[in-house]
């Protein structure tokens, strides 16, 4: 029981389409991130949000984008996608402050 | 880019210590040594953490040098649940410009633990 659910756990969409993912974090955790990882790759950053503001963003463009909801939730959203938008998406939470993140267990995207 | 480095992969025989290394020569005096581990298909779970002393949890030890450019992540009995990629990563505490990388996670490649019986 890791504290933090995502949905859903497996999606396939089209080039082309639009796609939103789901994460439910521990109460209390005011502190998400979302984090792309490619197969045999470490995950990469996409955003952080923090008392629902976005606080922190990597290297990948606007179609991403994200919200973080009052009781704990956040979404991460992706604009037309693209097949290398193909990866394992995970949801990252945490208490703010200096503590280690609590992971989900990721929804994998593929895009055909 | 991540600014640690660590060896692609390591074996461990089960029941022995595994000494997972990791260097980090450019670390800030604001940053903070962070390990995580990845099992198969399942999201990162954080190990432990550590500024500039050791320190010690139910699962692991974190040795920090002195000069804190380099770090090892001591699993004290390895097991087979054992076996996962371990990362290391350098996070800055409150701060940077922008505050925009502060809590960001930059994980590299990581080392790959195969622990065998």
């Known amino acids: 029981e890791t504290g933090v659910t995502q949905s859903p756990t497996h999606l396939i969409k089209t080039r082309g389409q639009q796609v939103t993912l789901r994460c439910s974090s521990q109460?209390?955790?005011?502190?998400v991130s979302w984090y792309q990882q490619a197969l045999g790759q470490g995950p990469q950053f996409i955003f952080q949000?923090?008392?629902?503001?976005?606080?922190g963003r990597g290297n990948f463009p606007p179609r991403f984008s994200g919200l973080q909801f009052p009781n704990y939730s956040s979404e991460l959203n992706v604009n037309a996608l693209e097949l290398d938008d193909s990866a394992l998406y995970l949801c990252?939470?945490?208490?703010?402050?200096?503590?280690?993140?609590?992971f989900g267990s990721g929804t994998r995207l593929t895009v055909v | 880019d991540a600014k640690t480095t660590q060896p692609p992969s390591m074996d461990c025989a089960e029941g022995r210590a595994a000494n997972l290394p990791c260097n980090h020569s450019t670390i800030s005096g604001n940053e903070y040594v962070y390990w995580y581990r990845q099992i198969h298909s399942q999201g990162p779970q954080y190990i432990i953490h550590g500024l500039k002393n050791n320190e010690t949890n139910e699962m692991a030890s974190l040795i920090i040098t002195e000069d804190r450019k380099s770090s090892t992540l001591i699993l004290p009995h390895a097991t087979l649940r054992d076996t996962a990629v371990y990362y290391c990563?350098?996070?800055?505490?409150?701060?940077?410009?922008?505050?925009?990388?502060?809590?960001?996670?930059?994980f590299g490649q990581g080392t790959i633990l195969t622990v065998h019986p």
């Open positions: 990252a939470s945490r208490i703010q402050g200096n503590y280690g993140y609590t």
């Open positions: 990563i350098v996070r800055a505490s409150r701060g940077g410009a922008g505050g925009t990388s502060y809590g960001k996670l930059t």
């Open positions: 109460s209390g955790h005011n502190t």
């Open positions: 949000y923090y008392r629902e503001e976005e606080n």
